[in-house]
């Protein structure tokens, strides 16, 4: 077969994977050379802020995908800047045959994607961005009156009956490289310049890699999935942790959703897992509609709520320290491994923000800093959700008790006990609430609180009237503008 000498170029995104890639696929078709290239740099509140989590599990995954385009003839073109520049300077350099690129549903590269597209118009540069990032396109699911749902049963009963992005084909079998060799950024240089060798512990929990999402979605299918409604509350108990594969794009939504279904036979079973699938399209969809949720409540009426600065709590409750042990250890195993389990998110959460009055933002950030799965959409609903300011969310004056948590979903201590191991010898009686254990009891298994584990840094029954006066106040607060 004979190529053209002017390569299509296709952005990788949030998509580093060669299966199911329609970017990727309208670019074999095209007959021509293909360059693929990541943009460093603006993927980039990520790669800029070099602090997160998340750039170790970019830099190996840049690093992978490399590998898997080196076995099929090609390989990965790592440019740096603002993607209008660098698109705009490539197509200027290269002439390139077309641009391709599947979207990304944030807010700033929704925006970013129009300007590109402009720029190229401009041009007379073909380019075309597909699906690919979601289950279904946020823009078309409105209700009745042309707007958008609030609630996720309204969302999801909608979106349900909606066609859904198919899958559009395999791994290609060869990718033909242009004939020039196209300078690149190398990774090892990313490396040396970012703080991911910081995080070296995590390659003992992550394995960042298209195989290694498959692996894990074909693992969770047959041995997990059947249970999973059953024990997807359970600390102790591995969920998929398929998050991360997930927001970097090493494996599709649609091909986790086509997988269950094809490989698995219990309905019930599959209708529990792609609900929550699909509860990270909801994120998604309610931050289009509300970009202003990254940093401001969804429901006004919490811009007025008395938050509190506490440096020292805020310190306790990163490090794990503030008493209450399911808290610390999810505090403790997110520093661990970069991740932490969902219930325990919730319980963190509403501690921070309810327990300790600390603004919800303040939490989030911690989070896109610390989590390998650091998604902003599902970030931010998760703690407005939980601090009760967001869409569909938990009503504020509902607050977790973290002990009362803890000996529902860790009824042995087996989490805690993992997480926090000055507390492993504690007898399970005690393991939520060590500071009501017998002296002699704590002595004999060698715990001395207020030194080897705090003591709880609140009470948990004052902080909730705190939080509820807290939220009495706001209310009252609003009332009285509203006459002014």
Same mark, same amino acid.
């Given at each position: ?11 990788f995104?949030?998509?580093l ?7 990727l696929t309208?670019?074999v ?5 293909i ?20 750039v170790?599990?970019?830099l ?6 490399d590998?898997?385009?080196k076995l ?11 993607p ?20 990304v549903?944030?807010p ?14 401009n ?6 961005s597909f ?5 279904w396109n946020?823009e078309?699911i409105?209700?009745?009156?042309g707007?958008?749902?609030?609630t996720?049963?309204? $969302?999801?009963?909608?979106a349900?009956?909606?066609?859904? $992005?198919?899958a559009?084909?395999?791994k ?9 060799d196209h ?5 090892d ?12 512990n995590l390659?003992n ?11 894990l979605?074909?693992n969770?299918?047959s041995t997990?999935?059947e ?14 942790k398929?998050s991360?594969?997930i ?5 599709s &939504? ?5 997988r269950?279904?094809?490989?698995l ?6 209708n529990q $897992?792609?609900k ?5 399209d $909801? ?6 509609h509300?970009?202003g ?10 811009q ?20 209450? &042990?399911?808290?610390?250890a ?11 389990h ?11 923000t309810k ?7 303040k939490?989030?950030?911690?989070f ?5 799965d650091?998604?902003?959409?599902n ?26 948590q803890?000996?529902r979903?860790?009824?042995h201590g ?11 010898k504690?007898?399970q009686?005690?393991?939520?609430q ?21 003591f709880?840094?609140i ?7 705190r ?8 209310q009252l607060?609003n009332?009285v503008?509203?006459l002014?």
């Amino acid at each position: 077969m004979t190529y053209s000498t002017n390569p299509t170029v296709v952005w990788f995104r949030r998509d580093l994977r060669l299966s199911d890639n329609r970017a990727l696929t309208e670019a074999v078709t095209k007959h021509a050379p293909i360059l693929p290239i990541y943009i460093w740099g603006y993927e980039g509140d990520l790669t800029a802020s070099n602090k997160t989590r998340s750039v170790w599990w970019l830099l190996k995954s840049l690093r992978n995908l490399d590998h898997d385009l080196k076995l099929v003839g090609s390989k990965l073109v790592i440019l740096k800047g603002n993607p209008l520049g660098v698109i705009s300077k490539l197509a200027y350099q290269i002439s390139p045959r077309a641009i391709y690129w599947n979207k990304v549903y944030e807010p700033n590269r929704i925006s970013l994607d129009r300007k590109i597209s402009l720029r190229l118009d401009n041009l007379n540069i073909e380019h075309s961005s597909f699906e690919g990032h979601l289950l279904w396109n946020p823009e078309e699911i409105r209700n009745v009156d042309g707007g958008h749902y609030q609630t996720f049963t309204a $969302f999801w009963n909608k979106a349900n009956k909606l066609p859904m $992005f198919g899958a559009s084909s395999q791994k290609p079998n060869v990718l033909p490289m242009p004939l020039f060799d196209h300078d690149s950024i190398s990774i090892d240089e990313l490396e040396r310049n970012t703080t991911a060798s910081r995080n070296k512990n995590l390659v003992n929990y992550w394995s960042p890699s298209e195989d290694s999402a498959n692996q894990l979605l074909g693992n969770f299918i047959s041995t997990k999935l059947e249970v999973y409604e059953k024990t997807r509350n359970i600390p102790h108990i591995s969920n998929s942790k398929l998050s991360p594969y997930i927001h970097f794009g090493q494996v599709s &939504p649609f091909t986790i959703w086509s997988r269950t279904i094809s490989e698995l036979e219990n309905i019930d079973a599959q209708n529990q $897992f792609l609900k929550q699938l699909a509860w990270r399209d $909801f994120a998604h969809y309610v931050l289009i509609h509300n970009p202003g949720a990254i940093n401001n409540p969804i429901k006004p009426q919490f811009q007025r709520f008395p938050w509190v600065n506490d440096p020292k709590g805020f310190s306790s409750w990163k490090l794990g320290e503030t008493g209450y &042990p399911i808290v610390d250890a999810g505090l403790r195993e997110l520093s661990e491994t970069g991740f932490m389990h969902n219930r325990v998110r919730m319980v963190a959460a509403s501690f921070l923000t309810k327990h300790l009055l600390i603004h919800w933002n303040k939490g989030a950030r911690h989070f896109e800093d610390m989590l390998v799965d650091a998604d902003l959409a599902n970030n931010i609903m998760g703690w407005q959700w939980v601090a009760g300011t967001g869409t569909d969310s938990m009503p504020y004056f509902r607050i977790f008790n973290p002990t009362l948590q803890g000996k529902r979903f860790d009824p042995h201590g087996k989490y805690v006990k993992r997480w926090i191991p000055e507390l492993s010898k504690i007898p399970q009686v005690w393991v939520h609430q060590p500071w009501q254990s017998p002296e002699r009891t704590l002595s004999m298994v060698g715990i001395k609180l207020g030194k080897t584990y705090p003591f709880p840094i609140i009470d948990h029954d004052m902080a909730r009237v705190r939080a509820l006066d807290a939220y009495k106040v706001t209310q009252l607060t609003n009332k009285v503008s509203q006459l002014i």
